[in-house]
Structure formats: structure tokens, C-alpha cells
């Protein structure tokens, strides 16, 4: 990783693709990221810096996937969890709304786990199955307050399948 200071108080933390190869084929891919923090210390009433909107103290992404080129199937592991993100800023004093994937703001967040695999017939034609949220996890948004929690929006995307169909040009 590098750091990048940028005018204005910002640093930008970039990470760098990383992929490993198995006998020729993928098997565990990352992906960057990037954080940074803006100076608002103009504002007595606030802390000096926060983090962007939508911003991660932290991001990970892991692909974990095979390939068999002969037989046409391939099958894909893909995670992806992020910290406790900033969701919207507050308003008149009041404070920020952060989101977490996961019941407990304090604890480690929930991974987001997906699963897909095809199979591939003849040249052009592919079948794929697919198993979205395996970990059915739930996402919460709440503001803290004199080391309190409090939950402003709470939900649960729900375990999703899909059965399709690819025709290739």
C-alpha cells in the first residue's frame, strides 16, 4: 500500500490488485481500495476531521475460483466486507449515520458471500447457476450518541438463487 497526502488534509491509501495463479489458473484475487479524511475543523461543534461518505475504515475482497477450460465449467467464490461505513452526515449538530453489514455495531461486519457456477455448451451456449447473500446478513444503519447506538434504518436483503442462461456471440 501507498499513501498519498493530498492538499486540503485528504490522504488517500491505495492498495494494489494482487491475484495468485494455480497451475494456470485464478485462484484468489483482491482489489484496491482507497481511504482518505476531510478537514472540518472550521465547525467548533463537530470533530476536526471525518471520513468521506460511504467511506470504509477498511475494505476486503476475496475471489476464489476455478476454471476448467476442457469441460467448460467454472465456479466462483466471491466475499466482500467492508468497516463500519459512513452513510449520510449529520445535520445541525446531530450525528453521522454509519452503516455496518451485521446486528452489532461494535463486532466484526458480516461478510458478503456469493457463489456462482457455469458450465459452458460448445461454443456459444452457457448455463450458470447462482447463490447471492449466502449469509443472509443484516444491514443497519444507526447514529452514536454518548457511546450509545441508535438504529435509524434496518434491513435484510434475503437469500437470492438464479438459474440462467448466456448465449454467446
Known amino acids: 500500500s501507498l499513501v498519498f497526502p493530498v492538499p ?93 453489514n451485521g446486528a452489532n455495531p461494535n463486532a466484526l461486519p458480516v461478510p458478503d458471500l456469493n457463489f456462482t457456477l457455469s458450465k459452458g455448451f460448445g461454443d456459444h451456449f452457457e448455463v450458470y447457476f447462482r447463490w447471492l447473500n449466502i449469509l443472509d446478513y443484516k444491514t443497519v444503519r444507526n447514529q452514536e450518541f454518548n457511546n450509545q447506538y441508535f438504529i435509524t434504518e434496518s434491513y435484510q436483503r434475503g437469500t437470492r438463487f438464479a438459474l440462467g442462461f448466456n448465449y454467446r456471440l
Open 8 to 100: 486540503g488534509g485528504i490522504f488517500i491509501i491505495a492498495a494494489f490488485f494482487l491475484s495468485l495463479y494455480f497451475l494456470e489458473k485464478k485462484v484468489l484475487a483482491t482489489r484496491p481500495s482507497c481511504h482518505g479524511q476531510i478537514d472540518i475543523s472550521k465547525n467548533p461543534e463537530l470533530k476536526k476531521y471525518r471520513p468521506f461518505q460511504a467511506q470504509s475504515p477498511f475494505i476486503l475482497n476475496l475471489l476464489f475460483s476455478y476454471s476448467n477450460f476442457e469441460k467448460a465449467i467454472e465456479s466462483t467464490l466471491y466475499m466482500n466486507m467492508f468497516g463500519r461505513r459512513l452513510y449520510a452526515n449529520g445535520f445541525g449538530g446531530a450525528p453521522d449515520i454509519y452503516e455496518i
